[in-house]
Every structure is written in C-alpha cells, then in structure tokens.
C-alpha cells in the first residue's frame, strides 16, 4: 500500500515540480536564460497570498498572478531588455542579481523573519480512496498543472504570439528575420512566466501556511534541472522532467532508510548527474540544442 | 559660535534675559539628571569598552537586534549599580551582515578600539573567526544564545562562553517531560536535516526518551524547503500504531509546515519542540494550535515561573517593543556575568576573566543558575521553561532542570 501511496504523492509533488518548471522553461526556450528570478516571482506571489489572504478567494487570486505578472514584466523591462544580446553568462548574472535584490530588498522591507498565512485551509482535507490517503490539495495541483499546461499548449499552438514564442523558442535570429518582434515575444514570455510563477506559490502556501523570503529557491532550482533534462528549451521536456524529479524525490524519501534519506536530495542530484551522462541534451532535446551539441 | 553670533546681536536686556534663562535650564537639567541617577553609585576612570559584533543586517538581525536591545538594558544597569570595578561599561557595535566574511574584521576593529570584552555572533560559524581574533588578543570572548558545545574549548576556542542552550539538553529536557510529566511511552521523530542544532536536539530526545524505557517508533528527516512531508506521513501511517507523542526537530521554515500537515492529516497528538519555535508570529500558519509543548529560555508573555524576568520583559517592552523571542535574556546574562568575572579576577585580561568564570558554580544570572567547567563553556544542565500552545495561545507551565546531563559521545 505504501507503494500505492508513494504514487500519489509523487505526482502531487511532480505536479508542483512540473508548474515551476514549465514558467523556466518558458523564458529559457525564448531568450537562452535560466531565469533564477523566477524564484523572486513565486516569492512575491506567496507574500501577496499573506498580504490578501482576508480578500475573497478570486480576488485574493487575480491580484496573486497580477502582482507576478507585473514583477515579470518590470524585471524584463528594467534588467533584461538591457542585455537581451549579451553573452547567456551576463543574462544568468543578471538574474542572479535580480533574485537577490528581490530577496534582500523583502528583507529589508519586512524583515527575515516568515511569516505564516492559513489560506485556503478546506485543500489540505482529505478522503480515503481504497486505503489511500488523498487530499484535495493534491487533486487541485494536478488539476492546476493540467490546466494550465493546457492553457500554455493552447496559447503557444493556437494564437499568433504563441507561434512567435515557439519560432523563438526554436531560432530566436531566424524569427526576428522573419518579422517576429522581439519586444513583443519577449514580454509576453515574461507574462506567462508570471501567470505560472503564481500558482506555485498558491498551492505551496496553501500546503505549508509559511511565507520566508527565500520560498521560491527551492521550486526555482528543481526547474532550473527540470529545465536542463528536459532538453533546454523543450517545455514538454521541462514537464516531463518536473514529474520525474518529484517522482525521484518522492521515492527516495519513502524508501531510503532514515539514516540516507537525509541525503535524499544529494541522490536526486546524483540521479541528474547520470541522466545528463547518459543524454547530454536532455531527455527531449530540442534542435536548436542538437546542432550545438 | 552660532551662539556667541546671536548673543551680540541681541540687546543687553534680551541677553541678560537669555542668560538667566540659560541658568535656570541648567540647574532644571542637573535637578534632572541628579534625580534619575538617584540611588545611584558613580563610576569612574576611562570606561571599560565591550565591543559587539553584531548582525544588524541581513537575516540574523531579526534575533541580534532584540539581544544588543538587552545588552543596552544590563550595561545601563550595571553603570547604574557603580559599573565594574568602578568604571562604566561603554557598549560599541560593528555589524557582521549576518555575514561569516565579515565576522573577523568587525572584531579586529572592535579590538583596534580597545575593546575589553569581545561579544560575538550567537553561532560557531559566524561566530568563532571574532572569537579566535579575541583569543589571540588574550581578550573574552562571549556568545549570547549560542547553542553548541562547540563555542568554547572544543571549537578550539578557549577564551569564548555561550549562554544558550545546547541542542542536545533541550532534546533530553523534552525527552524528560513527555515521560515524567507525561507518561508517554512511544514516539514518532521528525528531524529538520538542515541545521546541526536540530540533529543535536534530536540527538537528546532520543537517548534520554529511550533510556527512560520509552520506545521510538519511527524517526524521519526532511529539509526546511520541503514543499511537502507526504512521504514521511505514509511512512507514519503504514507503522499502524500511533504513538504517544510526536518530537519534531525544526524551525519555523519548515517546522510550521510540519505542524500543519501533521494537523490535517488526523495527527493530533501531542508535538513537542524547542525554542526554534519560540514567538508568537508563526501560529496564524496553523490557526487554534493545540496539544504543542516546546522547551525556551524564558516566557515572554507575562507568565514566567520567574518574576524577576517578567519585570524584566515589562520593562523591555515598554522600552523597545514586544519581542519575538525571549533568547534575548542570554545577552543581559552575559553583562551580569561579565561583571562577576572581572568583580572576581580583579583584571580584565581573558585568561584571568576565563579562570573566573570557570570557578564559580551555579552563578546566579537571569537565564538561571550557570556554571561553566574548564572543558565547556556552556551549561548543558541549567534550567529551561516549558511552553506550551492551547488553542493558539501560548503559555509557560513551568521550569525543568535536567536530572543529568545528557550523553555527547555520538
């Protein structure tokens, strides 16, 4: 039974992993940056959950995205559009940067110390299923994830900016050459990244009801090697491997014996290690990484 | 000059007024100032520097800032009271950041001033560089909180004291409660695998638990920026027998997290912890909190066991704020125990203050009877408070002093 339950809770965890994951993968696939300031968005979004929480729930949601989605936005304007055709190491300083001085700057503002929040307390109800465990929050992240995950495929298959995004996403010159505006592209990427930093810090707060100004590092480096076995750039890879992460996590959690699982995460990283071994790309490489590689 | 301007540009009249006004304010003001030091012993010479290197910045500020407010209160204290060998305590900071780099420097300026006491940061990391820079002044090195064995001769470190709890007696102390006070008999761990501290606590709980013939059912670890402890949860579950009592081993990162999915997943018993979750700002993450015990320095609340530390926190908080933790008490223990150790050395050279502090049993100081021994430098016996939460609301239940000190060989 605990290996049915293992199940469970490993894709309510690779469904957080996945969301994370995708908003990364995002950005990486349309501008070659590993945007650790996506972190500082999810971040933000968990303290706006703090900060609205006695709002009702819809509004409490709409002004959690609006606030990712207007930090996505300045940060593109202010640090990124500066370097946009800079060296992929000067765009990963600056995100470094950015992420800091979103942190600090909390920190400064409104102390080190957390701060916790009970939203949304009905998700973490449970119900047994056949001697499983479930909790709605688990229902509700794998929901979210499909959803949005719809959401994004919709967008980036079906509208004109989702085409630009992917033709970026596949050669971001060949694109431009093409009429595909970069000051739009670019942007409206942001947009989204902000759109899915918010529901990580939603469903994470609404699990631990604790905000700290360094919540969006964790979800921020699992995407960042979501990101990097899923074949840079690849969102379906990206997901993929957000899943396979949780998954990983999971498992060694539950069946490593004590005295090892708390080296757990020193395992999924070992894990990657040898993923990345085995494919240098990726699990789903894209062809703009092929031809590099 | 400003003055001496205005003055000639005033009539002889308006100036004489002025003057005699300026008379009248001056002996109001020394009226003043007679009275407040009334009662008071006077101190003279040059006075006596304790340099602190603080975090006043960064992340640590949050529990600095409120210990260099209680250093304030027992320097003003001790002057009051006639100083130390009869000089005044004069109380300069250096801010570290919260950052090890700057540890070290912060005390070598602090020691350029002529420090005579060095204060360093409440850890063996961003501590111990300022303490190696006293020692090799032969100047005292003193930690507030610190909470490690190692912030004394077992760190390498044997001029530098700490006042705060060692992990491993707070682990022992809770481990008593649950079984004595409690009779609890089986326990199921949860140990945060970030900090040392939390392992060391863990470390305490167990052995003593155990050896008062409790049985521990299951121990599991996770880290602070866990998103979720649902495996560890189906690991408590497939045990098929619940235990008396849960220890949980963390802070309020991931702690409150713990505690709230231990809570919804029908986990009601009792969660026992420590002074990492001291503070009231954390238990809105789990509203109406019942059935949680955690050992602390002292109550801050106004229920203290002590009457003397409940005046004391009046007077804190009418002067600075209501605090978030009572660790703050181990800094005004370090002046009073500063003085006890320069009043009995008869000089402030560290090796004379180090064999001072290590000869005086049981000193009687706010955090509780201290005695320091040549091999550590921090009492691994000395009284704690329980707290307890019901229904969201803390309160002190009452003092527990180990019955032996706990084991330090694994």
Redesign the interface.
Known sequence: ??SL??I??AV??GG?YALAALGVALIFGVMRLINFAHGGLIMLSAYGLWLWSAYPVPLTILLTVGVAVVAALAMERVAFRPVRNADMSTLLVASFFVSSLLQNGW?GVY????????VF?GL???FDVAGL?I?RLDLVTLGTTAVLLATCSLVLTRTLIGLQIRAASENFVAARLLGVRADRVIPAAFAMSGVLAAPVAIL?VA????V???IG???VLIAFLATVIGGMGNLLGAVAAGFVLGSLT?AL??FLP?AA??Y??AFVFGGVLLVLVWRPGGLLPTKFEAERV | MGRRYVLRQMSPAVAGGTKRLRVVATAIAAAVVAAACGGSQTTTGNPIIVGAVMNLSGSISVYDLPTLNAFRMAVDDVNHSGGVMGRSLQLVTEDMHSTVADSRPAAADLLGRGASLLITASDYDLGSPAAFAAQSRNVLALAAGCGSIQCGPPGGAPLWFTFGNAGRSEGAAMAEFASRSKQFRTAWTLRDSAALFHTETWKGFRDRFTELGGTILGSETFAPTDTTIAPQLSRLAAIGRAPDVIFLTSDTTGGVAAIRQLRAAGYQQPILSTNSFDGSYWEQGVPGLSNFYYSNYASFYGDDPSKDINQFFARYKAKYSLPQNSILITGYALIQAFKLAAEKARSLAGDKLTAALESMPQMDLFVGPTTFTHDLHIDLARRMVVMTIQGGQPKALQYWTLSKLPRLDD
């Open positions: 039974m605990i339950q293992a469970v809770d309510s965890l957080l920190i102390g080190s110390l957390g701060k916790s929040v009970s307390p973490l109800d449970r465990s909790y994470l699990r631990t009801g604790y700290y100004p360094g590092l964790t979800p999971t959690q539950s004590e699982a708390a757990r995460d």
